[in-house]
C-alpha cells in the first residue's frame, strides 16, 4: 500500500514557476515509476511526466518537454515536479501517482494516486 500526499500547488502568473511535491508512505516507494498527470476543467486526465523507479529515466508529454522537469528522492520518499514559464493552459489539478515503467503515460498502468493539488496560471 503507498498513500501519496500532493503539496506546492497555488496561484501563479503566467510566466512564473511552481514546484510540485509528492510525499509517499510506505517502504516500496522506490521500486515503483512515479508520474504526474493533470486534469483541467471539463477535460480527460493528462499524462504530465513519469520517472522510472531508479531515477534514471523520465518522460515528458510534448506540450511539457523542455518546462518541467520531474525528479525523485528515493531517500525521503518524495517525487518532485518543477514547472517553469507556465501557461495559462497549465491551469488544472496536479495528480501524482504510483505505477510502472511501461505504459508509464496510461493512467491506467497506475495502482495509487494523491488527491491532487490545484495548480492555476493567470495570464
Known amino acids: 500500500q503507498v498513500q501519496l500526499v500532493e503539496s506546492g500547488g497555488g496561484l501563479v502568473q503566467a510566466g512564473g514557476s511552481l514546484r510540485l511535491s509528492c510525499a509517499a508512505s510506505?517502504?516500496?516507494?522506490?521500486?515503483?515509476?512515479m508520474g504526474w498527470f493533470r486534469q483541467g476543467p471539463g477535460k480527460e486526465r493528462d499524462f504530465v511526466a513519469a520517472v522510472i523507479a531508479s531515477g534514471v529515466h523520465t518522460t515528458y508529454a510534448d506540450s511539457v518537454k523542455g518546462r518541467f522537469t520531474i525528479s525523485r528522492d528515493n531517500a525521503k520518499n518524495t517525487v518532485y515536479l518543477q514547472m517553469n514559464s507556465l501557461k495559462p493552459e497549465d491551469t488544472a489539478v496536479y495528480y501524482c501517482?504510483?505505477?510502472?515503467?511501461?505504459?508509464?503515460?496510461?493512467?491506467?498502468?497506475?495502482?495509487?494516486w494523491g488527491q491532487g493539488t490545484q495548480v492555476t496560471v493567470s495570464s
Open positions: 510506505g517502504r516500496t516507494f522506490s521500486s515503483y515509476t
Open positions: 501517482a504510483a505505477g510502472s515503467w511501461p505504459s508509464a503515460r496510461t493512467p491506467d498502468n497506475y495502482r495509487y
